[in-house]
């Protein structure tokens, strides 16, 4: 039987049939059209890809958290006594 190795490892990992596999894409690509509807954005940087936005409060509305070094995540709080 001729055949192929699928590498793709961690969205289909628990596939059991193409059909299983082909609706965890469309699962995916769902999510990605409304992330991108909502401001969302694929940043290359190297070999890495990052999705960013450029409003903090959305992105964690969504539930993600932040990889931001914690020197960059820090939110100045004012001087309450001045």
Not at 7 to 25: H, Q
Not at 34 to 51: A, C, P, T
């Amino acid at each position: 039987m001729t055949y192929f190795t699928w590498r793709e490892s961690g969205l289909t990992t628990d596939c059991a049939s193409l059909e299983a596999m082909a609706a965890r894409f469309e699962e995916a690509a769902s999510l990605m059209r409304r992330m991108s509807e909502e401001g969302f954005h694929l940043e290359r940087n190297g070999k890495q890809q990052r999705i960013t936005h450029p409003n903090p409060s959305v992105f964690e509305a969504w539930g993600f958290v932040s990889e931001e070094s914690p020197v960059r995540q820090l939110t100045l709080i004012p001087d309450l006594d001045t």
